[in-house]
Nanobody, 122 residues
Framework: QVHLVESGGGLVQAGGSLRLSCAAS????????AGWFRQAPGKEREFVAA????????TLADSVKGRFTISRDNAKNTVNLQMNSLKPEDTAVYYC???????????????WGQGTQVTVSS
């Protein structure tokens, strides 16, 4: 079973950037869709970005379009989330998720990491 570990979170000022990485232990991760989600205090987990297994198709939530980019390196079994022009409302725990084998960007998502905290100060 795949094990996902997120890294790269931290504290940043508004307007700054962070790059999150999700490292997978499973040998087949590169053939699965992957996604990023976030959960702010007192709110439900929400979709942020997703990428299909090949990396050719991506999708972003409207709230992060033009600021965030999702990418993957299947040779390294990683999926990244580049976050620019961060806003205080981006503050949340960010989770990586694995989707379907040879799947697209719409899920479902069956394996989750433990999350990494992102805090954006105003």
């Amino acid at each position: 079973q795949v094990h996902l570990v997120e890294s790269g979170g931290g504290l940043v000022q508004a307007g700054g950037s962070l790059r999150l990485s999700c490292a997978a232990s499973g040998r087949t991760f590169g053939r699965h869709a992957a996604g990023w989600f976030r959960q702010a205090p007192g709110k439900e987990r929400e979709f942020v970005a997703a990428i299909n297994w090949s990396g050719f198709t991506t999708t972003l939530a409207d709230s992060v379009k033009g600021r965030f980019t999702i990418s993957r390196d299947n040779a390294k079994n990683t999926v990244n989330l580049q976050m620019n022009s961060l806003k205080p409302e981006d503050t949340a725990v960010y989770y990586c998720a694995q989707g379907r084998l040879y799947g697209g960007v719409t899920g479902p998502w069956d394996t989750w990491g433990q999350g990494t905290q992102v805090t954006v100060s105003s």
